[in-house]
């Protein structure tokens, strides 16, 4: 397996994804919150602009697909938290 990438290179990956509902990437609307990772498992905290977002499960999976599918990532994992409110 190629090395992990860095939390860098992870952001840059997610302004890929988008919330539907807004036309602006999860990253530059300021949803995600931190990126964590070792031993090739990221981990992202985010939030959403509501905690009822009707799309959140879409979201997410499309947050996991994104950093799954970068070299040197064994798994993802997305982590919702509301605090601090966005």
Do not use: F
Request: aromatic share 4%; charged share 20%; with cysteine.
């Amino acid at each position: 397996m190629a090395a992990s990438p860095d939390k860098q290179t992870v952001l840059d990956a997610l302004k890929s994804v988008y919330d539907p509902e807004i036309p602006i990437n999860i990253v530059d609307l300021g949803l995600v919150y931190g990126v964590s990772i070792e031993n090739g498992n990221v981990r992202v905290t985010m939030t959403l602009t509501a905690p009822h977002c009707p799309l959140s499960g879409l979201i997410q999976q499309n947050v996991k697909e994104t950093v799954e599918k970068m070299e040197g990532v064994a798994s993802a994992e997305v982590e919702l938290v509301w605090d601090p409110p966005w």
